[in-house]
């Protein structure tokens, strides 16, 4: 993991933008906390405190350069496993990302595409990257799907997108 962040790292310097996907946040702290040595701090689920400095700096390191590249990380972590270790090392992370993207199961067991659990995915900041009148309706969108589960939720957007021929019809389609 070390290798590949410093190889994008360098194309961004030289102005490339870079993807890494990382597939599993989750996999890499463990991998870290089995071989870093003991720090004698340890927190619950038998993760050592000291365990978690590379995976955070790893996903860290995405930025925008003026007058270069970007790198751009995006990495899945593992979650309702049963593992304390898996949920303190998901907590950890949690905050740290611009966006959370949670895919659900049920959704996928009824075959319902794209298995995202609407209601629990978002962007952070997304003020910055919307103008008033889209934020306002997606904020109209967000309220009116908050209190249906994920496959009610995901039924009724892909039954509004079915109506619309793009995003500014369709968010203009919800009534405030």
């Known amino acids: 993991a070390g290798i590949v962040l410093e190889k994008a790292k360098r194309m961004v310097e030289c102005g490339h933008d870079v993807v890494i996907f990382l597939d599993s946040i989750t996999r890499l702290a463990r ?26 700096r790893f996903f860290g390191a995405a930025r925008n350069i003026e007058n270069g590249g970007s790198l751009t990380i995006i990495a899945t972590a593992l979650i309702d496993t049963g593992s304390k270790m898996d949920e303190v090392i998901f907590e950890e992370f949690k905050g740290t990302g611009n966006m959370e993207l949670q895919l659900d199961r049920m959704l996928s067991n ?3 595409f794209p ?10 900041r997304d003020d910055l990257l919307q103008d008033k009148m889209t934020l306002d309706r ?7 799907l908050s209190d249906m589960n994920p496959i009610e939720a995901m039924n009724e957007v892909k039954s ?15 009534n405030s």
């Open 31 to 56: 991998a870290y906390n089995t071989v870093s040595p003991a720090s004698g701090k340890v927190l619950s689920g038998g993760v050592d405190a000291n365990a978690l400095h590379k995976p955070k």
């Open 110 to 112: 009824k075959r319902i």
């Open 115 to 124: 298995a995202v659990n609407i209601t629990a995915s978002s962007t952070r």
């Open 138 to 144: 997606m904020w109209i969108l967000r309220k009116f």
């Open 160 to 174: 509004k997108l079915e109506n619309t021929a793009n995003n500014e019809e369709f968010l203009l389609s919800m």
